[in-house]
């Protein structure tokens, strides 16, 4: 009973893999943006026929590390990519709220399938490591000086091994496009099947690469923000702080014997109240002829003495200029001058 409902499963895997496999390509080459509704329906889909093309994978057993890459047929060969499909399907998934989900997610993925390739011995590439280090900048700050040169070394190697994908990626997109029509018309053999879902395995690998530093340093940069807004969340905020007392700066002695040189007294009047107050008593331009309170009598009396100050300060500044300049007149003109009406 068990071999006849595997026998019935069997056939639907080719299926579910090519549909999924569509899918990303769809995704990939769409002229929609990531987040739209057709789109994420495609990856909803997709991460669906994946999921369960592992658990059929996992119940038929296909791969076993009892055996070697030569033993696995060449038909099956491109299953080997599921958890590949799966990471790159899960960084499309379009969610602020559970990005760092989503991203643990694919690199878990991706390592999956690393893991994979690395025991069949598909191509040659060291393994990145299984988890993020939450400490690397604490113990950067510990040992400054040696770990410097030691990024400097990972930086040249990392450098060096992006080169080397690259030239790798290029020549196997460059075979694979010789075999597509071949093998997807079955005109090809099985040796030239076998190349050319090695060729898909080794441009997977490169991507997988590719992909867990990128994500390395999205999930570094969402770590640092999410403690930048619980350091700033935890300190206290501005309205606990206590009001500051109001202060005036005087720019000159009269200023300053109103309001004090130490400011003890302060203003206690704003225009708002300033202008409430003289539109009661009714002393305001635009009110015509004030009341006659004595509030008002003191007010236009104090007003038309300041006008009279203001009079004789400028009679005084006339008559001290008619002063300078006559003095000024006769120091230029003798006594006399100008006089010659007796003289012959």
């Known amino acids: 009973m068990a071999a006849s409902e595997d026998s019935l499963e069997l056939p639907r895997l080719p299926e579910l893999f090519e549909t999924s496999k569509q899918l990303l390509e ?16 495609r990856v909803i889909k997709g991460l669906d026929l994946l999921e369960k093309a592992a658990k059929m994978l996992s ?9 070697d890459l030569e033993e696995i047929a060449s038909i099956d060969l491109k299953y080997l990519m599921v958890p590949a499909l799966q990471g790159a399907l899960t960084m499309k998934q379009v969610n602020p709220s559970k990005r760092l989900d989503h991203l643990q997610q694919a690199r878990e993925h ?47 190697s990392q450098r060096k091994a992006k080169i080397e994908r690259y ?4 020549e196997v997109e460059h075979r694979l496009s010789a075999l597509k029509s071949a093998v ?23 991507i997988s690469l590719e992909e867990i530093e990128s994500i390395d340093q999205e999930i570094k940069i969402l770590r640092e923000k999410d403690s930048f807004r619980e350091a700033s969340t935890s300190q206290s905020s501005p309205q606990d702080r206590p009001p500051m007392k109001s202060f005036i700066l005087t720019r000159n002695k009269a200023q300053s014997k109103v309001f004090g040189a130490g400011y003890p007294s302060l203003a206690t009047m704003t225009v708002s109240d300033w202008y409430e107050q003289h539109q009661k008593h009714g002393v305001l331009p635009d009110q015509g002829i004030a009341n006659s309170t004595p509030a008002v009598v003191d007010f236009q009396r104090v007003a038309q003495e300041q006008d009279n100050e203001e009079k004789e300060k400028e009679d005084d500044e ?24 007796n003289m012959g």
């Not at 900048?137 to 040992?143: D, G, M, V």
Request: charged share 30%; proline share 2%.
């Open 26 to 41: 769809e995704v990939e080459v769409a002229n929609e943006p990531t987040g739209a509704k057709i789109i994420q329906d």
């Open 59 to 67: 119940q038929l057993s296909l791969f076993s590390r009892n055996e």
């Open 110 to 156: 991706f390592i999956n399938y690393l893991t994979q390739c690395h025991y069949y011995h598909v191509a040659e590439f060291q393994l990145p490591k299984q988890q993020l280090d939450k400490n690397n900048s604490a113990e950067n700050n510990t040992a400054s000086s040696s770990m410097a040169y030691a990024n400097l070394l990972a930086m040249a």
């Open 167 to 170: 030239r790798q990626k290029k």
């Open 184 to 206: 997807e018309n079955g005109q090809a053999d099985d040796e030239r099947v076998r190349e050319y879902h090695l060729l898909h395995l080794r441009r997977w690998i490169g």
């Open 318 to 341: 006339k008559v001290l200029r008619r002063a300078r300049e006559w003095d000024e007149w006769k120091d230029t003109h003798p006594r006399g001058y100008g006089n010659r009406q």
